[in-house]
Nanobody, 123 residues
Framework: QVQLVESGGGLVQAEGSLRLSCAASGRTASSYAMGWFRQAPGKEREFVACIKWSGASTVYADSVKGRFTISRDNAKNTVYLQMSSLKPEDTAVYYC????????????????WGQGTQVTVSS
C-alpha cells in the first residue's frame, strides 16, 4: 500500500513558477514509477509527466515539455514537479500517481493516487 500527499499548489500569475511535491509513504514507495496528471473543470484527466523508479528516465506531455521538470528524491520518498513559464491553460487540479509500469501516460495503469492540489494561473 502506498499513500500519496500532494502539496505546493496555489495561485500564480502567468509566466510565474511553482513547485509541486508529492510525498509517498509505504515500504516500497521508492520502487514505483511516478506520474503527474492534471484535470481542469469539465475536462478529462490529462497526463503531464512521469518518472521511472530510479529517476533515470522521464516522459513529458508535449504541452509542458521545456517548461515543467519532474524529479524524485527516493531518500525522501518525494516526487517533484517544477513548473515554469506557467500559462492560464495550466490551471487545473494536479494529481500524483504511483504505478509499476513505466512509461505510462494513461491514468488506469496507476495503482495509487493522491488527493490533488489546485494550481491556478491568472492572466
Amino acid at each position: 500500500q502506498v499513500q500519496l500527499v500532494e502539496s505546493g499548489g496555489g495561485l500564480v500569475q502567468a509566466e510565474g513558477s511553482l513547485r509541486l511535491s508529492c510525498a509517498a509513504s509505504g515500504r516500497t514507495a521508492s520502487s514505483y514509477a511516478m506520474g503527474w496528471f492534471r484535470q481542469a473543470p469539465g475536462k478529462e484527466r490529462e497526463f503531464v509527466a512521469c518518472i521511472k523508479w530510479s529517476g533515470a528516465s522521464t516522459v513529458y506531455a508535449d504541452s509542458v515539455k521545456g517548461r515543467f521538470t519532474i524529479s524524485r528524491d527516493n531518500a525522501k520518498n518525494t516526487v517533484y514537479l517544477q513548473m515554469s513559464s506557467l500559462k492560464p491553460e495550466d490551471t487545473a487540479v494536479y494529481y500524483c500517481a504511483a504505478g509499476l509500469v513505466f512509461p505510462t501516460i494513461r491514468p488506469h495503469p496507476y495503482d495509487y493516487w493522491g488527493q490533488g492540489t489546485q494550481v491556478t494561473v491568472s492572466s
